[in-house]
């Protein structure tokens, strides 16, 4: 009935961390365009199956689970050192200043008041 032995089992598995990361962290990504984000997950599923096909299961999976490395470093250390908190991402002025985004979200112009 059920079989963990398939390619299937790989995407299930970064699909499901893909998700919990988009929950939990997504407001860090609200200003991505929405093709950047489909981009990323397309992406990491590729390499994930291309791992997992090539090298093994095993490989795969340790390599997905690396690639949290970073993603603790940013949010733990890089992010509080520039005075951002690394769960929350505010302040969102010094936030949007380190992403290089613009504050003025609704796209009006303050001056003309």
């Avoid at 795969?60 to 993603?71: D, E, R, Y």
């Amino acid at each position: 009935m059920w079989d963990a032995n398939t390619l299937w089992f790989e995407i299930a598995i970064v699909s499901i961390v893909i998700l919990l990361g988009h929950i939990f962290l997504g407001h860090f990504e609200e200003r991505s365009p929405k093709w950047r984000k489909l981009l990323k997950y397309l992406v990491t599923v590729i390499i994930v199956i291309l791992i997992s096909i090539f090298f093994g299961r095993i490989l795969a999976l340790v390599i997905l689970g690396l690639l949290f490395i970073p993603v603790i470093y940013i949010h733990a250390v890089l992010l509080p050192r520039k005075g951002i908190n690394g769960w929350t991402g505010e302040p969102k002025s010094k936030y949007y200043d380190f992403r290089g985004w613009n504050k003025n979200i609704f796209g009006t112009d303050n001056d003309t008041d």
